[in-house]
């Protein structure tokens, strides 16, 4: 039986993963931690939660996260934080005797000058993006630290590299939230506000041009895919998580899927004097396919339509 310890466990793939693992009639024991119960850029703290619930695997999703605009004005934070939480867990699960350890990069840690599709042998393959070097420089170490621990000690510490996520649970405030959470949470307040005001005259603003692509996968899918990779995934490189490269949409597209969802009847207008980030990352799941081919991802449009819904179930409560 194992004792998984989920870091980031309070956050929306934390809480999508003890979702899918309610649902299942599963043996193992699953324990989700948030920053409150050990603040893992603290060693001390890392080492005394690794006391306490002794894992025999982890899922690491611990991060300082978030969108386009939190990184570009805060990429040392992302950088250091990121770097010390990485480092006081990865150390910990080695001391602990920890049987595998899953981490989470991201696609959006890939060189900004690349090639397309990208494939998980391209991680170090030049500077990533401007906008979030911080970020995405603490991410790579992970996959150097896996490489490390396994030469040194054998062990099966890996990776994973999500596309862009969203789902219940996500983060909405405004300074820190990534795209889809943004609009959902600036569409509800749009709706909701000068009720005086008829809502087919109301516009909607996109930030940035619209057109960069993205692939979004929903949270619940991800926690299916990593509680798989859990059970099934023994190799140290990283994998990516990602929906096929078909499925990729604009932005523009995501604004049009929220606005669906919550069946907007004003306009939608972009906003070009706001950044546009990295213009696609387009990312390729062919190794992904080649060990699990029949993978149903949930489409698209339904993902959202029930993150609307969860988040007008949850007004009260989300964190905005
Ligand atoms: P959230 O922002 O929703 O949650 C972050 C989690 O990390 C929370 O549980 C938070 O705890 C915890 N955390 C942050 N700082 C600390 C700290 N100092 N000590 C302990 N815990 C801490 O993130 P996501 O669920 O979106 O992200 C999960 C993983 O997926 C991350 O590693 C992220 O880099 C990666 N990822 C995310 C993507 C996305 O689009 N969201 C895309 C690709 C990868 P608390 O809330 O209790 O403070």
Known sequence: MKKVLVTGGTGLVGNALKTIIDQSASGDEWIFVGSSQADLTDNNATRSLFERVKPTHVV?????????????????????????????????????????????????????????????????????????????YAKRLIDIQNHAYHDKHGCMFTSIIPC?????????????????????????SLIHENTDVPES???????????PLRQFIYSLDLARLIIWVLDNYDSIEPLILSVDEENEVTIYEAAMAVAKAF???GKLICDTSKADGQHKKTASNRKLRSLLPDFQFTDFEKGVKASVYWYIDNIDKVRK
């Open 164 to 188: 862009n996520i969203f789902g219940p649970h996500d983060n909405y405030k405004p300074e820190v939230s990534h795209v889809i959470p943004g609009m959902i949470n600036r569409m509800y």
């Open 263 to 265: 069946d907007f009847k």
């Open 60 to 136: 690491h999703l611990a991060a300082m996260v978030g969108g386009l605009f939190h990184n570009m004005n805060n990429n040392l934070d992302f950088l250091r934080r990121n770097l010390q939480i990485n480092d006081n867990v990865l150390q910990n699960a080695y001391e602990h005797g920890c049987v595998k350890v899953i981490s989470c990069l991201s696609t959006c840690i890939f060189p900004d000058k690349t090639s397309y599709p990208i494939d998980e042998t391209m991680v170090h393959n030049g500077p990533p993006h401007p906008s979030n070097y911080g970020y995405s």
């Open 201 to 211: 005259e109301k516009v909607f603003t996109v930030y940035g041009s619209g057109t």
